[in-house]
Nanobody
Framework: QVQLVESGGGLVQPGGSLRLSCAAS????????MGWFRQAPGKEREFVAA????????YYSDSVRGRSTISRDNAKNTVYLQMNSLKPEDTAVYYC??????????????????WGQGTQVTVSS
């Protein structure tokens, strides 16, 4: 049974940093594009970042580009999202997702096969 388990969320002050992790129990993890999405209360789920199966290519939403870095360790079946200069508007539940598609489709939630349960990120003073 495939599982994606996020961790690393929490409460952080504006301007602070967090590193989210997503551990995947996918046997062929290295063949999956991995993405991060987020959903704030009363809003739709939105794309945050994605990384190709090799880790050689990444893509970010305008809202986090320049403040966040997505990376992966295929030996550990884990994907990371380092978030810096956090803002109150970054407050949301963050989800990781796995899908077998090209990176240019990575912003589309329906393209992903597996999803984690989410981890809460709250940015507040």
């Amino acid at each position: 049974q495939v599982q994606l388990v996020e961790s690393g969320g929490g409460l952080v002050q504006p301007g602070g940093s967090l590193r989210l992790s997503c551990a995947a129990s996918i046997r062929t993890f290295s063949s999956y594009t991995m993405g991060w999405f987020r959903q704030a209360p009363g809003k739709e789920r939105e794309f945050v970042a994605a990384i190709s199966w090799t880790g050689g290519r990444t893509y970010y939403s305008d809202s986090v580009r320049g403040r966040s870095t997505i990376s992966r360790d295929n030996a550990k079946n884990t994907v990371y999202l380092q978030m810096n200069s956090l803002k109150p508007e970054d407050t949301a539940v963050y989800y990781c997702a796995a899908g077998q598609m090209s990176l240019d489709r990575a912003t589309i939630p329906q393209r992903y096969t597996y999803w984690g349960q989410g981890t809460q990120v709250t940015v507040s003073s």
